[in-house]
């Protein structure tokens, strides 16, 4: 079993920056992916970005130039430094990971404020 703890979410104003952090534990195997999706009041959940253990990225259109994910694989943790946020921007925040199964956090409140 794998469980992923998520921190960093919060409250911050349009123009801000926070990080979030992902850390799993439990049986994970070498070839994963971890990654941040959210989910808006309303809305279907969307991936936010991904990246492999190889550090291979990739990110919603809609994140491009201001988010970035990194990991360190040594602690199994992947971070989400999301900069020059929007109102949009508002939603819980997923980390995932998938290796032979995809985990889920329990996700952290993203909220950006005008």
């Known amino acids: 079993q794998v469980q992923l703890v998520e921190s960093g979410g919060g409250l911050v104003q349009a123009g801000g920056s926070l990080r979030l952090s992902c850390a799993a534990s439990?049986?994970?195997?070498?070839?994963?992916?971890m990654g941040w999706y959210r989910q808006a009041p309303g809305k279907q959940r969307e991936l936010v970005a991904t990246i492999t253990v190889h550090g291979s990225t990739n990110y919603a259109d809609s994140v491009k130039g201001r988010f970035i994910i990194s990991r360190d694989n040594a602690k199994n943790t992947v971070y989400l430094q999301m900069n020059s946020l929007k109102l949009e921007d508002t939603a819980v925040y997923y980390c995932?990971?998938?290796?032979?199964?995809?985990?889920w956090g329990q996700g952290t409140q993203v909220t950006v404020s005008s």
């Open positions: 439990g049986s994970i195997f070498s070839f994963n992916v």
């Open positions: 995932s990971l998938r290796d032979l199964t995809n985990y």
